[in-house]
């Protein structure tokens, strides 16, 4: 299935959730602060990994950076 | 001068909030943090970078400070309120620094979205610290909507103008019953002790540091100039006049006549 990470198109395989899209973008990483959002909702961390996306599913992965 | 400063029952030694945009690398950061003495650092949200090497989060871990996420970037309430969730998730804080942006040139305050989103925000918990125009009405209206302080700027983010409008600001504080926090415009030292000396509970500073020419040392500077002011504040300044006050007594001058003869 198609899903749109931060603006890209993404292949992942149907049933691929939120933990995948996370794993896939941050690699090795701890992911520590890091946020996801699914159609503009916040998926909190403890509900990545049982939090399937669906077809077309826009989902934005935030982590910190400088600013302010 | 052991007086706290106290944000939503949160209390600080430190009256400097160091942001940390603009800063060339973490290293830097590490070292004007160090010297500013600041116990409170905004942080950003961005789309993750695979490519990014080392966290920000490892450097403020490090030094222990508490950490501001904002929501900059965001134009419409909307955008706000979502990005200030996924920062309360991202960073396990409920504070925020809302900005809501109106102009990409400019970057002032849009005040409809901004107070909106502080209203939804403040609803869902969150505590509030608004960036906000040197409008007095509009940071009343912020206190009234639940924000823990306000933050008028002294001029645009990263203009180094310094404060624009003294009197709006002094109006915002004297008014204020939340704590002032001047965020955005600081230049330079001066213009943060001139702050303080307006009655600012606090300044926010990141240019002004992050893009000196040595930022360690004008961390330093700035942490001087911003207890120097808070202590000038303290001490009651002399009124403005427009004719001189002798400070030398009148009485017991001595007067010696004429000369005897023109030389």
């Known amino acids: 299935m198609t899903v749109i990470v931060n603006g890209e198109r993404r292949e992942l395989p149907s049933g691929a959730t939120v933990a995948h899209v996370v794993a896939l973008l941050s690699g090795d990483g701890d992911a520590r602060g890091v946020a996801v959002a699914v159609e503009g909702e916040v998926v909190p961390r403890t509900t990545w990994s049982s939090t399937p996306l669906s077809e077309g599913a826009r989902v934005e992965v935030v982590a910190a950076i400088q600013g302010g | 001068m052991d007086e706290t400063l106290t944000i ?3 209390e600080f030694r430190s009256r400097l909030v160091l942001g940390t945009g603009g800063f060339k690398s973490h290293d830097v950061l590490a070292g004007a943090l160090e010297v500013s003495g600041a ?9 993750l970078d695979p ?8 450097v403020l871990d490090a030094s222990g400070v508490q950490v501001l996420p904002n929501t900059a970037g965001c134009f419409t309430a909307r955008d706000a309120v979502v990005t200030a969730r996924l920062a309360r998730e991202a960073f396990a804080t409920d504070w925020i620094k809302l900005e809501v942006i109106g102009d990409d040139r400019t970057l002032l305050p849009d005040a409809v979205e ?13 505590v509030v610290l608004p960036y906000t125009t040197d409008d007095p009405v ?3 209206r912020l206190e009234d909507a639940g924000c823990a302080a306000v933050m008028p700027l002294g001029s645009p983010i990263g203009s180094g103008m310094g ?3 003294a009197y709006n600001i002094a109006i915002i504080v004297d008014r204020a019953r939340v704590p002032v926090v001047l965020d955005a415009g600081v230049g330079t030292a001066s213009d943060a002790a001139i702050a303080m000396e307006l009655g600012c509970d606090a300044v926010l500073c990141a240019s002004a540091i ?6 360690v040392a004008m961390a330093e500077a700035i942490r001087l100039s911003v207890q120097a002011g808070r202590l000038a504040l303290r001490a009651g300044r002399i009124p403005r006049r427009r004719y001189a ?11 010696f006549g004429q000369p005897a003869h023109a030389e």
């Open chain 2, 8 to 10: 939503a029952g949160r």
């Open chain 2, 39 to 47: 116990e409170m650092c905004t942080v950003a949200l961005r789309r």
């Open chain 2, 51 to 58: 490519d990014a090497r080392g966290s920000i989060l490892d």
């Open chain 2, 114 to 126: 901004l107070l909106a989103a502080a209203e939804q925000l403040v609803d869902e918990g969150f």
């Open chain 2, 138 to 140: 509009l940071a009343r």
């Open chain 2, 163 to 165: 404060i624009r409008n």
């Open chain 2, 210 to 215: 992050s893009r000196a020419h040595d930022p």
């Open chain 2, 245 to 255: 006050e002798a400070s030398t007594p009148e009485e017991g001058r001595p007067e």
